[in-house]
Each structure stands twice: as C-alpha cells, then as structure tokens.
C-alpha cells in the first residue's frame, strides 16, 4: 500500500460502521421508522409515578434519560456511538473538547497530587493546569513528549495520579510512545489519560494502553464547524461510575441540537476524513519538496521523527500538519504568506470541511528549550478543497515570500 493510500485506509474501514451507529430501532410492526432520531429537546421528563420516576433515576450509568440536565436521547445516542468508535466501554459527552481535558482532569486527580502532561499538548490544557488545578493543590510537571522509558521513571513522583498524554502534539506533532507510557505509568498505579482528537476513529487507545480517551468532537466528528462538544471515553465499570458521577456533579452535557448534528457528521467522517488526509498527504509532500520549506510536520510523511510510532498505532492520519520555513525567512515574512492566502481561511479550529492556516511561531508555549521548530512555522488544516487548488494557493505564497 502507497503512504497516501495508508493515510485514508483507517478512514475508509471506518465507513460500514459509521452509517449504522446509533440508528433507530425499526421493530414496531405498525408504523415506519425514520431513518434518523428526532431531536429530543427537553428538561423535564415525565413518569407516570414516583415509583417509575426512582426506578429509572437509579440507571444514571445506562445512559437513560432522567432529566435533561443528565443528557437528553441525542446526547445517549452519540455516547453510544463514540464509545464503540474507540473501543471503549462507556462515554460521557461534555460541553467542548476544552471541557472533556479538563473534566477529566478533575476527576482522576485531587489535592496533593502530581500530574505529568507533555510540553507539546493542546495550548488551553496547559493554561486549565497552570492555573485551576494548581490552585486545587495539584502540581504539573511538563515534560519531553518523546522521552525514554528511564526518563519516565526518572520523573513519576509516589504522588503521580495522572500521566496526561496528546499523540500527535498540538503545532509539533511529536508522537509519543504511548505503550511504554502507559506499562510506567501503570506500575507506579497512575492513569494514563490521552487527547485523542487527532487519532479518533484510526487509533484503537485502549488497545494502546490508555485509560481514558478524550476527543474534541467539534473537528472531526461534527466536522462542518458549526457544533463544539467533547467526550471522554473510559473502558472500564469503576472509571465508567467515577467519571459519570462527576459529570453530573458538574453539570457536563451537550445540547441535543448539537448532539443530532454530530451524529448527522459521523455518517459522513470516514468519507469526508479519508479524502482530507489524503489530500493532506499530497499537499504536504509537495511543500516538503520546495526550497522555501525547511520541515514539514506530518507523521505519516517516512522523514518525520514519529513515523515508526504512526505506523505501528495509527490506520490512517489527520488532516493537520505544521509547516516550518527555512530559518532565513522571518516571522513577518511567514505572516505576510498566511495573511496572503486566499483558499485557507484564517481562525481557530481543524477537522471541518473548510482549509484554514494558523501561525504556530509566535502564540504557541513550550517548557523545554528547543522544542519549538527554529524557522517561522505555521499549521494548515486540510478542508475538502481540490489538492491543486491549495496547491496552486501555496505556490503563489511561496513565490511572493521568495521574492521579498
Ligand atoms: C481543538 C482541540 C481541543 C478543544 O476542543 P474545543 O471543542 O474547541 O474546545 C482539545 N484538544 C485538541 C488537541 C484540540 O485540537
């Protein structure tokens, strides 16, 4: 198989799976079933009595609609549906991708702990540790996201509840060796918890070692940047009651409108994803070939440092890659190519139908010395868009920045 067809062949498998997720019961013999649930909007559910209204209260872990603050059938429906695309037990949908990170940090850690979270996560996760969870008497060690198994060791404290992890990093797509975290993290009794919104539905995380999944369904699942709403995903009864109880306890849910339209996504996710990745795949090889470019920051691309861990734990690849110019070229000269675009938008965000660019040089907060890449470096989220059109886009960038 060609790299470009491996970058699509998770997507692709996922297809036969995605389009029964989730879909309505058709065993009333007397009326016809729409092919999709309706919206279920509402707070107040209704029983016949006490005895019914306790009886269905005490299956809280089932996924049962009890109150609409507990999540309405939309939301079960797609808790169903994202469990099973991990691999997993039981998921609790949540408020934001940001929400899941940090819910879920809440629940596996409490005062006088110690927590390990890669220097390369997602921006916002290092803010919530730096600033709440430090507050609640839990401190944050950031360490290398591609650090040797002695280093680990080296670093877990008897107070370690936590080994957060993200695979590919946010902006450095570090991989990380998730495995041999997870065997030390697992001997010194921690959880490993990992943000897997990139590898959702083409990594297996338990499978992997992980404890808990945690995704942003606002990229690829929703997909058509309109929802934002995240999950956790536990693969065990204990992890299942602790984290649902907490949820409760915080108020976490998604609306049923956005849950619909997230369920609406995922028919189309493998679809939409393969011809993204692919895509993705040829514009990145294309940049790795001009002189402008220093690095490209794809892990499925055979040079890329992580390449060997994509290979072994990924089916397929993101849409996202980060591109770093070579050192001669600034930061203002790298800003005047992304302001220059005219097919990527400029905002936050990835995984949508739409091709968007981002500055990594710059906004992006990194402990370690050198992690960050040294020429001025940017980030594209690879939209639907025909391959030669971004193409075409980049080309005239390039050309406009080799000339200033
Ligand atoms: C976008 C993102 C999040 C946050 O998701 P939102 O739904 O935007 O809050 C978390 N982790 C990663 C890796 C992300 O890219």
Redesign the pocket.
């Known amino acids: 198989m060609s790299e470009e067809d491996r970058v699509a062949a998770g997507w692709e498998r996922l297809n036969s799976l995605l389009v029964r997720l989730s879909r309505p019961d058709v065993s009333d013999p007397d009326h016809g079933t729409p092919v999709n649930a309706p919206v279920s909007r509402a707070s107040t559910l209704l029983f016949p009595d006490l005895a019914a209204m306790s009886r269905v209260g005490r299956r809280r872990y089932e996924h049962e609609p009890i109150y609409g603050a507990m999540g309405s059938a939309n939301q079960h429906d797609l808790e169903r549906a994202i469990a099973i695309i991990e691999g997993g037990t039981d998921t609790q949908i949540v408020s934001?991708?940001?929400?899941a990170?940090t819910t879920a940090l809440l629940v596996w850690t409490a005062a006088g702990d110690h927590c390990l979270i890669p220097d390369s996560c997602?921006g916002?996760?290092r803010r919530f540790a730096d600033t709440m969870l430090k507050r609640f008497g839990v401190e944050t060690t950031y360490y290398d996201p591609v650090l040797s198994e002695e280093a680990l060791h080296g670093l877990i404290r008897p107070n370690t509840s936590v080994v957060f992890t993200?695979s590919p990093g946010?902006h450095t797509f570090e991989m990380q060796d998730l495995p041999m975290i997870a065997h030390v993290a697992h001997e010194h009794g921690a959880k490993v918890l990992l943000?897997n919104?990139?590898g959702c539905g083409i990594t297996a995380p338990f499978a992997l070692g992980v404890d808990v999944s945690i995704q942003?369904l606002?990229?690829y699942p929703a997909g058509h940047s309109d929802a934002?709403?995240?999950a956790i995903t536990v693969a065990n009864e204990p992890d299942w009651h602790r984290l649902r109880d907490a949820a409760i306890q915080l108020g976490q849910l998604a609306g049923p409108d956005d849950c619909w339209l997230t369920l609406r996504g995922l028919r189309t996710m493998g679809v939409r994803l393969a011809r993204q990745a692919r895509t993705a795949y040829r514009v990145a090889q294309w940049l790795q070939g001009r002189e402008e470019v220093a690095r490209v920051l794809h892990p499925a691309m055979p040079d890329h440092p992580g390449h060997a861990i994509w290979s072994r734990d990924f089916t397929g690849a993101g849409p996202l890659f980060s591109v770093e110019l070579n050192a001669r070229f600034d930061r203002a000269a790298m800003e005047r190519l992304v302001n220059g675009l005219t097919r990527f938008g400029i905002g936050a965000?990835?995984g949508g139908y739409e091709s968007l660019v981002l500055p990594t040089t710059g906004g992006v907060v990194r402990s370690r010395e050198g992690a960050l890449p040294v020429g001025p470096t940017f980030r594209l989220a690879i939209g639907l868009d025909d391959a030669a059109d971004l193409i075409g886009d980049l080309e005239r960038g390039l050309e406009v920045l080799g000339r200033g």
Do not use: Q
């Open positions: 934001s991708g940001l929400a990170c997602y916002p996760t993200e946010s943000d919104t990139w942003a606002t990229k934002i709403l995240g965000s990835w």
